[in-house]
């Protein structure tokens, strides 16, 4: 497989937006160093719709998407908790959790999660199915200077990182909006269809800064 070895230990290498449609982050070892940290507009908003797909062995917590801003480590976090067997959405430093998930290892799963501060209403889809619609955090906007990192947990700003939540594996096709996703629009990002991308990040226009060992490569595909 032809891929694009990123290797920049400590330090982190600023890149250009790039169209990485049809590729995918490959973390290949466990450490609290190799993340991605992705550049977005729009640091005030008062909804968002967070959509990746992710592969991975781990039978331990992991981290699959935390956003954090100076006032807030977990802003909006989305975290497997393996001990409880549940999907986490942390918004605004509070906890939801979604049980029953049969989420496999060794195998693509697609996970969108919704959040609106007017309701204050957080919901998960995984691989195109609805949670229930928990109350999490509302009245508030996420707002100030934000840190959106793959590959690790923040505890702090930026940083905190703790090396029993980084995650292993490949992660592909994260986009992220400033509103709450229409269950069709999810449906077809699920799909791979044709969807509104993410407004706030875009997986064919994505601007981003990586540390440490992580690869970027062509997106493993299942042939029949």
């Given at each position: 497989?032809?891929?694009?070895?990123?290797?920049?230990?400590?330090?982190?290498?600023?890149?250009?937006?790039?169209?990485?449609?049809?590729?995918?982050?490959?973390?290949?070892?466990?450490?609290?160093?190799?993340?991605?940290?992705?550049?977005?507009?729009?640091?005030?908003?008062?909804?968002?719709?967070?959509?990746?797909?992710?592969?991975?062995?781990?039978?331990?917590?992991?981290?699959?998407?935390?956003?954090?801003?100076?006032?807030?480590?977990?802003?909006?976090?989305?975290?497997?908790?393996?001990?409880?067997?549940?999907?986490?959405?942390?918004?605004?430093?509070?906890?939801?959790?979604?049980?029953?998930?049969?989420?496999?290892?060794?195998?693509?799963?697609?996970?969108?999660?919704?959040?609106?501060?007017?309701?204050?209403?957080?919901?998960?889809?995984?691989?195109?199915?609805?949670?229930?619609?928990?109350?999490?955090?509302?009245?508030?906007?996420?707002?100030?200077?934000?840190?959106?990192?793959?590959?690790?947990?923040?505890?702090?700003h930026g940083g905190g990182f703790d090396l029993k939540q980084s995650f292993v594996?490949?992660?592909?096709?994260?986009?992220?909006?400033?509103?709450?996703?229409?269950?069709?629009?999810?449906?077809?990002?699920?799909?791979?269809?044709?969807?509104?991308?993410?407004?706030?990040?875009?997986?064919?226009?994505?601007?981003?800064?990586?540390?440490?060992?992580?690869?970027?490569?062509?997106?493993?595909?299942?042939?029949?």
């Amino acid at each position: 497989m032809k891929f694009v070895l990123l290797l920049v230990m400590l330090t982190a290498c600023a890149a250009s937006p790039q169209d990485l449609s049809g590729k995918m982050f490959t973390f290949p070892q466990q450490t609290n160093i190799a993340h991605v940290r992705l550049t977005t507009s729009g640091p005030d908003f008062g909804a968002a719709t967070v959509c990746h797909r992710s592969f991975t062995d781990l039978k331990r917590d992991h981290a699959l998407f935390s956003l954090a801003t100076p006032t807030s480590a977990n802003d909006f976090l989305i975290f497997w908790d393996e001990a409880n067997k549940e999907m986490e959405a942390h918004i605004r430093n509070q906890k939801s959790e979604y049980k029953g998930w049969d989420y496999k290892p060794n195998m693509w799963h697609s996970i969108c999660t919704t959040w609106d501060s007017d309701s204050g209403l957080v919901q998960l889809w995984f691989d195109g199915q609805p949670s229930i619609r928990k109350y999490v955090s509302s009245g508030s906007n996420i707002a100030g200077s934000t840190t959106i990192i793959l590959g690790q947990e923040q505890d702090s700003h930026g940083g905190g990182f703790d090396l029993k939540q980084s995650f292993v594996g490949m992660m592909s096709d994260v986009h992220m909006w400033n509103y709450v996703l229409s269950p069709c629009e999810i449906q077809k990002y699920v799909d791979g269809l044709n969807f509104t991308p993410g407004n706030l990040l875009t997986w064919s226009a994505l601007e981003f800064q990586v540390t440490g060992r992580v690869l970027i490569e062509d997106k493993l595909k299942i042939c029949y």
